[in-house]
T-cell receptor
Framework: DAEITQSPRHKITETGRQVTLACHQTWNHNNMFWYRQDLGHGLRLIHYSYGVQDTNKGEVSDGYSVSRSNTEDLPLTLESAASSQTSVYFC??????????FGPGTRLTVL | GENVEQHPSTLSVQEGDSAVIKCTYSDSASNYFPWYKQELGKRPQLIIDIRSNVGEKKDQRIAVTLNKTAKHFSLHITETQPEDSAVYFCAALTTGNQFYFGTGTSLTVIP
């Protein structure tokens, strides 16, 4: 069955370190998205991609980057982790004009 | 950009009663409105959606209504059960193929 996975599921890191969160989907969706979820803010868009080599900034992109070298993967990199980036991160994929399917989430703690 | 507001932020109902969650959006060009249910520690999962050319859609105990003129849409859950307890998110899809999410409603069904 097609699915979307994220790794790691939990990560603890220190301020200033570079961190990469992986997202892999086997739906063959062109569109992939990264969100962060914080209490009181719902789901906020960090970056998104409409296809290979395409990346776009979302609402809260500062301090994050993505790259899309194939259809299946959209890794999210925190270049220099900050305590404000402690959050739950969700990856999602979908087709244009349709709904999104979410991964299981990564809980990131920056100490 | 789009702005989605969701009310109420918390809702408690007695088992068997109905629950209604409302969302408003600002971009009249938004054309697709999904609703997600998120149980504690889990990923958001699509439960129902509606497109802008439809006024109402039902799926068993769940229904969604859309008023394009007033730019609001609502989730209706009838005959609520304890397993309906979760956080519910509405979303709006803009012509730029970005989803904007409401801040969520925590629904508690009291047995």
């Amino acid at each position: 069955d097609a699915e979307i996975t994220q790794s790691p599921r939990h990560k603890i890191t220190e301020t200033g370190r570079q961190v990469t969160l992986a997202c892999h989907q086997t739906w063959n969706h062109n569109n992939m998205f990264w969100y962060r979820q914080d209490l009181g803010h719902g789901l906020r868009l960090i970056h998104y991609s409409y296809g290979v080599q395409d990346t776009n900034k979302g609402e809260v992109s500062d301090g994050y980057s993505v790259s899309r070298s194939n259809t299946e993967d959209l890794p999210l990199t925190l270049e220099s982790a900050a305590s404000s980036q402690t959050s739950v991160y969700f990856c999602a994929s979908g087709v244009t004009g349709g709904s999104q399917y979410f991964g299981p989430g990564t809980r990131l703690t920056v100490l | 950009g789009e702005n989605v507001e969701q009310h109420p932020s918390t809702l408690s109902v007695q088992e068997g009663d109905s629950a209604v969650i409302k969302c408003t959006y600002s971009d009249s060009a938004s054309n697709y409105f999904p609703w997600y249910k998120q149980e504690l520690g889990k990923r958001p999962q699509l439960i129902i959606d509606i497109r802008s050319n439809v006024g109402e859609k039902k799926d068993q105990r769940i229904a969604v209504t859309l008023n394009k003129t007033a730019k609001h849409f609502s989730l209706h859950i009838t005959e609520t059960q304890p397993e309906d307890s979760a956080v519910y998110f509405c979303a709006a899809l803009t012509t730029g193929n970005q989803f904007y999410f409401g801040t969520g409603t925590s629904l508690t069904v009291i047995p």
